[in-house]
């Protein structure tokens, strides 16, 4: 079984402002790590995927993830935040084989962007 | 990218009835559905896989004959919720993964579905 824990439930930051989400995982067997993020009301849209290679991963919308095995995190990063980045964003996990795609889930991290 | 269609967006409905949530891709088939359950302020927890042709397979602690789950044909995948009480009252969010195709390695979600029980 696995376990996801986003570190802060919610992350106020300013426009322009680097910003830094916090994830750590729990798995007895490998995992392929994923961040998503939700608008209000809406489904998920994936930003990033860990399967294999290179650490530092990059996604949509300038964001960037690294994993790291030792510490057993995916923490996910933006250099220089916008306003519409703010909404609601989960840190997710899967196993392989036949149980690739039932993803376990962070309690979630809401991003809110002042201006 | 692969496109997954989840309807309707809203439902309001009365106890003890019952409320169909249809989750269809569009453009890949899906042996494999999940749906996914999100309570306010909460995160998504994983409620059933839906296989193609066969039983859908249930997470611990979630009622099959409460939540029937039909995974008739490769392109769609129904949740019934039946005899709906208002704590049934939650955000249901399918995925599907196109297995045959190039972004296999990713699950797609449907826009979810804000189910109110009154």
């Known amino acids: 079984a696995q376990s996801v824990t986003q570190l802060d439930s919610q992350v106020p930051v300013f426009e322009e402002a680097p910003v830094e989400l916090r994830c750590n995982y729990s798995?007895?067997?490998?995992?392929?790590l994923f961040w998503y993020v939700q608008y209000p009301n809406q489904g998920l849209q994936l930003l990033l995927k860990?399967?294999?290679?290179?650490?530092l991963v990059k996604g949509i919308n300038g964001f960037e993830a690294e994993f790291n095995k030792s510490q057993t995190s995916f923490h996910l990063r933006k250099p220089s935040v916008h306003i519409s980045d703010t909404a609601e964003y989960f840190c997710?996990?899967?196993?392989?084989?036949?149980?690739?795609?039932?993803?376990?889930f962070g309690q979630g991290t809401i991003l809110t962007v002042h201006p | 990218g692969a496109v997954v269609s989840q309807h309707p967006s809203r439902v309001i409905c009365k106890s003890g009835t019952s409320v169909k949530i249809e989750c269809r891709s569009l453009?890949?088939?899906?042996?494999?559905m999940f749906w996914y359950r999100q309570f306010p302020k909460q995160s998504l927890m994983l409620m059933a896989t839906?296989?193609?042709?066969?039983?859908?397979?249930?997470e611990q602690g979630v009622e099959k004959d409460k939540f029937l789950i039909n995974h008739a044909s490769l392109t769609l995948s129904t949740l019934t919720v039946t005899s709906a009480h208002p704590e049934d009252s939650s955000f249901y969010i399918c995925?599907?993964?196109?297995?045959?195709?190039?972004?296999?390695?990713?699950?797609?979600f449907g826009q979810g579905t804000r189910l109110t029980v009154v």
């Open positions: 995925s599907a993964r196109d297995v045959f195709g190039t972004t296999n390695t990713e699950a797609f």
């Open positions: 798995s007895s067997v490998s995992v392929y």
């Open positions: 860990y399967l294999s290679g290179s650490t």
């Open positions: 997710a996990v899967t196993a392989g084989g036949t149980s690739y795609g039932k993803l376990t």
């Open positions: 453009d890949f088939q899906a042996t494999t």
């Open positions: 839906s296989n193609e042709g066969s039983k859908a397979t249930y």
